[in-house]
């Protein structure tokens, strides 16, 4: 446990001379804001789907939480591939398809690819935008690869610059946001905002790192999945920026009820 909060605070550090200075003010303990996890990460609904985000809607999540990764490049409309949401690297997972997804082009994955729940087709990052968007809705994206082109950091900025978008910096993923980076500071009109998100796989770091964190960086501070009670419990007395949680509506029933 000691290593695994030793490795976070490296990760902390070495992102705070990445991450744009945003603001990080704390919620109060019962008032963090809700991630929606891919959606809905739940076993009634396709993860990363338009049913699953029109769920997380319904059930009051403040931010659309969504993986981006690249298809093939080719004659589809967006010359150096189509980004689309997916959390893994292939089609197998979650869809009929199978292999790599930077090996089909996006017209092939929508003929060809349903999920498995519910027989849904996959989302491109627009799509999910433009449906926010529409709402008024805020998105944290993650992207899935640990570098990208030149090309993909343009493509990707030019598609999420006019959307209230805070981009997800981890450990393996801080060389793509730091060119997104880049050519957002180039540019006077626009300000991205950036987050760091830890998982709790061996346990979320302690109210003071997390706060430690958000003080001396001013970066805000994402704890994640959370999947039940004894998770949201755990969360919520850490006092984190935002909670990303699985289920939204279980999330808020139990909120609701405190």
Known sequence: MKSHFRVLRVVLAAAIALIVVVPAAHADSMNEVVVAHRGAKMSKYAEGTLPAYRFAVRN?????????????????????????????????RITNCEGPVSEWLWSSIRARCRTDVAGRRLMRLIDLLRYGNS?????????????????????????????????????????????????DEADGSHRISYALSTRGTDGWPSVSVIKNTANAANIKVFLSPGKNEADYRKMMARKPYAVVVNNVARFQRWRDHQ
């Open 135 to 183: 709402l008024g809705k805020s998105f944290t994206l993650e992207i899935k690869l640990a570098s990208i082109t030149d090309a993909q950091a343009k493509q990707f900025w030019k598609t999420i610059k006019n959307s209230r978008v805070q981009l997800v910096a981890r450990a393996a993923r801080l060389a793509p946001l730091n060119k997104i980076k880049k050519l």
């Open 60 to 92: 009051r999540a403040d931010l659309l939480d969504a993986d981006v990764r690249w298809t093939k490049t080719g004659p589809d409309r967006d010359s150096v591939g189509t980004m689309i949401i997916l959390h893994d690297a292939t089609l197998d």
